[in-house]
């Protein structure tokens, strides 16, 4: 399971701002830590419940939903 949390403020004129509250890799950060310094390209596709670079997963070959168009 990936747990990626993301809280948003709405500001003045509709302007949105997400904030990251929780990585994959588990780091905890603090409540007014800065978050653009926690770099996602620092982390491994696995991180994130993918499959490591240069693997693939096989079952990702078959059709999606079993077949059935939806």
């Known amino acids: 399971m990936v747990r990626v949390s993301l809280s948003t403020d709405v500001y003045a004129r509709g302007r949105r701002v997400h904030t990251l509250t929780a990585c994959p890799c588990g780091y905890v950060f603090d409540p ?11 982390h491994r596709p696995e991180d994130f419940g993918l499959s ?19």
């Open 52 to 70: 490591p670079l240069g693997e693939r997963d096989e079952s990702a070959d078959g059709p999606l939903h079993g077949g059935v168009c939806l």
């Open 32 to 42: 007014n830590e800065n978050r653009w310094k926690h770099f996602l390209e620092d």
